[in-house]
């Protein structure tokens, strides 16, 4: 373990229209919130010198280790359907990278650091309850089995920010694979900076697709292999009810992981229309509509790869088409074979995708718990005498019986012990989830009273999900109608 962070940094050696070398801003009085010691370790970080007072410092941004080479990373973006051709980290530094003990190699970014010259009109600053939303949920989604930015730490700065009062601020340390979002294409192409594309594109394929490099058609190789990761993304959020909330294409990351939790929320009844963000009174973020949007960043990514794919802008047209259309394959293959094993199938017959599709269109009807309904199933998929607990999430529970009828016969197709195909469904139906109204609960705690123990107690409780923690029970429940969070801010 060592005291210098091993920074190894690829991205600030590329060409300095990529970005802006800065320096994080120093804040008054940091605090630190949370060190997530695992994955210091994993990253070959000492956790306890990460807590120390020059650890704490540099997770501030007070003080820039020795190898780093702060940037902040350019971008654009579709945002809303609204193409901006100039936004980028306005309140992120890119510290440097490190390659982690499997050997992939991790951005370091600080968020909430300060001003860039991408910062437009904002202060380059992050309030504490947006920090401490990104850091519970992104660990949620990853223990989950989601790919997801992680948090590395939180730190409180000691200082105020300004949003419609003022409020606590805090830097939030981000760990990627990468920050490349389709955003940051889009950059370069909005500037006929073919040159640039490729040169990004080329590094995108050996950083994160290096078996693309020795195809013939490197560039189309490449799209597929992010409609791929794109699609199966959508399907492992819709899996477990969540709602990005600001799928926007600076908030798409090349890598294929989960990036940017703003206004996002899991879902609590389940219901395809849900909308939580405040900012989104289309519902072009609804939950149900994630698969077509991601669709619609993918073809924006896939436009400023045409004059990489072929000379011929026809040909080039026709290549990139087949390449998106790969995409409702992925997404279908996923969330349909994720669906089977959710109700205790592994084999795909004809009649499936109907029989589940009724399974969620009756929990629609009927407002059932998206999370305690799938787990419930597990103790349901035993025997019949596991039925009462999901019967209670339906306000019909004779729409319930009526499809579990259905249900067991096909079981009975699949021979399986009870009690192995009540173990498999529990690894992939959750028990916990980072409910909006106990997010609500952990940041007014940590907010108004400067407590930070109930953020402690769930980031703990959500490290693992499909555990049962009879003692934590009350994590697992829905809200109360009192309790219920129904529209987001995109609050930053
Ligand atoms: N307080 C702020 N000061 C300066 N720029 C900001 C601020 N808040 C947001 N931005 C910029 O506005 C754009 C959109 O913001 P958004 O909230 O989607 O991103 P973010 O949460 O800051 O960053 P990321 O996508 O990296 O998680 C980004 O370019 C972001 O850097």
Same mark, same amino acid.
């Given at each position: 373990?060592?005291?210098?962070?091993?920074?190894?940094?690829?991205?600030?050696?590329?060409?300095?229209?990529?970005?802006?070398?800065?320096?994080?801003?120093?804040?008054?009085?940091?605090?630190?919130?949370?060190?997530?010691?695992? =994955?210091?370790?994993?990253?070959?970080?000492?956790?306890?010198?990460?807590?120390?007072?020059?650890?704490?410092?540099?997770?501030?941004?007070?003080?820039?280790?020795?190898?780093?080479?702060?940037?902040?990373?350019?971008?654009?973006?579709?945002?809303?359907?609204?193409?901006?051709?100039?936004?980028?980290?306005?309140?992120?530094?890119?510290?440097?990278?490190?390659?982690?003990?499997?050997?992939?190699?991790?951005?370091?970014?600080?968020?909430?650091?300060?001003?860039?010259?991408?910062?437009?009109?904002?202060?380059?600053?992050?309030?504490?309850?947006?920090?401490?939303?990104?850091?519970?949920?992104?660990?949620?989604?990853?223990?989950?089995?989601?790919?997801?930015?992680?948090?590395?730490?939180?730190?409180? *700065?000691?200082?105020?920010?300004?949003?419609?009062?003022?409020?606590?601020?805090?830097?939030?340390?981000?760990?990627?694979?990468?920050?490349?979002?389709?955003?940051?294409?889009?950059?370069?192409?909005?500037?006929?900076?073919?040159?640039?594309?490729?040169?990004?594109?080329?590094?995108?394929?050996?950083?994160?697709?290096?078996?693309?490099?020795?195809?013939?058609?490197?560039?189309?190789? =490449?799209?597929?292999? $992010?409609?791929?990761?794109?699609?199966?993304?959508?399907?492992?959020?819709?899996?477990?009810?969540?709602?990005?909330?600001?799928?926007?294409?600076?908030?798409?990351?090349?890598?294929?992981?989960?990036?940017?939790?703003?206004?996002?929320?899991?879902?609590?009844?389940?219901?395809?229309?849900?909308?939580?963000?405040?900012?989104?009174?289309?519902?072009?973020?609804?939950?149900?509509?994630?698969?077509?949007?991601?669709?619609?960043?993918?073809?924006?990514?896939?436009? *400023?790869?045409?004059?990489?794919?072929?000379?011929?802008?026809?040909?080039?047209?026709?290549?990139?088409?087949?390449?998106?259309?790969?995409?409702?394959?992925?997404?279908?293959?996923?969330?349909?074979?994720?669906?089977?094993?959710?109700?205790?199938?592994?084999?795909?017959?004809?009649?499936? $995708?109907?029989?589940?599709?009724?399974?969620?269109?009756?929990?629609?009807?009927?407002?059932?718990?998206?999370?305690?309904?799938?787990?419930?199933?597990?103790?349901?998929?035993?025997?019949?005498?596991?039925?009462?607990?999901?019967?209670?999430?339906?306000?019909?529970?004779?729409?319930?019986?009526?499809?579990?009828?259905?249900?067991?016969?096909?079981?009975?197709?699949?021979?399986?012990?009870?009690?192995?195909?009540?173990?498999?469904?529990?690894?992939?139906?959750?028990?916990?989830?980072?409910?909006?109204?106990?997010?609500?609960?952990?940041?007014?705690?940590? $907010?108004?009273?400067?407590? =930070?123990?109930?953020?402690?107690?769930?980031?703990? $409780?959500?490290?693992?999900?499909?555990?049962?923690?009879?003692?934590?029970?009350?994590?697992?429940?829905?809200?109360?109608?009192?309790?219920?969070?129904?529209?987001?801010?995109?609050?930053?």
């Amino acid at each position: 373990m060592t005291h210098q962070l091993p920074f190894d940094n690829s991205y600030a050696h590329l060409p300095e229209r990529f970005y802006a070398r800065v320096a994080p801003a120093s804040v008054r009085a940091p605090r630190l919130i949370q060190v997530n010691a695992e =994955l210091a370790r994993h990253l070959g970080i000492d956790p306890q010198w990460l807590s120390s007072p020059a650890g704490v410092k540099m997770l501030a941004g007070r003080q820039v280790p020795e190898a780093a080479e702060p940037i902040a990373m350019a971008y654009a973006g579709h945002q809303f359907g609204q193409f901006v051709p100039q936004l980028g980290d306005g309140r992120a530094v890119l510290l440097g990278e490190i390659i982690d003990r499997d050997g992939t190699r991790r951005d370091l970014q600080l968020k909430g650091s300060g001003r860039t010259p991408f910062s437009r009109g904002g202060d380059g600053r992050a309030a504490l309850g947006p920090v401490l939303r990104e850091y519970v949920v992104s660990e949620a989604m990853a223990a989950l089995g989601i790919p997801t930015t992680r948090s590395l730490a939180a730190v409180a *700065t000691g200082e105020e920010v300004a949003r419609e009062r003022m409020l606590p601020g805090a830097v939030l340390a981000r760990v990627a694979s990468s920050h490349v979002r389709v955003g940051t294409f889009q950059f370069l192409a909005a500037r006929r900076d073919v040159d640039g594309v490729r040169i990004l594109a080329n590094y995108v394929i050996q950083r994160h697709y290096p078996e693309v490099a020795r195809t013939d058609r490197p560039y189309v190789e =490449l799209l597929n292999r $992010v409609v791929a990761r794109q699609a199966e993304l959508v399907a492992k959020w819709l899996l477990v009810g969540f709602i990005h909330g600001v799928m926007n294409t600076d908030n798409v990351s090349i890598a294929g992981e989960t990036i940017d939790y703003g206004p996002c929320a899991f879902m609590d009844g389940y219901d395809p229309a849900t909308v939580f963000s405040s900012i989104d009174r289309q519902g072009r973020y609804a939950y149900g509509r994630q698969p077509g949007i991601a669709h619609w960043n993918l073809t924006r990514l896939a436009e *400023t790869l045409l004059p990489l794919i072929a000379d011929n802008q026809e040909e080039a047209v026709l290549q990139a088409e087949e390449a998106l259309a790969a995409f409702e394959t992925h997404f279908e293959a996923a969330y349909h074979g994720g669906l089977l094993w959710k109700i205790g199938l592994s084999g795909l017959l004809a009649e499936d $995708v109907a029989l589940v599709g009724d399974l969620l269109k009756t929990m629609a009807d009927n407002r059932a718990d998206f999370t305690l309904t799938f787990r419930r199933l597990c103790d349901a998929a035993a025997g019949p005498e596991g039925d009462e607990g999901v019967r209670a999430l339906f306000d019909d529970p004779a729409a319930y019986e009526q499809w579990a009828v259905r249900w067991r016969q096909r079981l009975q197709a699949e021979p399986q012990d009870a009690v192995a195909r009540r173990s498999a469904m529990r690894t992939v139906n959750p028990a916990f989830i980072p409910r909006n109204h106990r997010i609500e609960a952990v940041i007014d705690a940590a $907010v108004e009273r400067d407590d =930070l123990g109930p953020f402690d107690e769930l980031v703990a $409780v959500l490290a693992r999900p499909y555990e049962d923690h009879p003692e934590f029970a009350r994590y697992a429940s829905p809200p109360e109608p009192h309790e219920r969070v129904s529209q987001m801010f995109c609050g930053t």
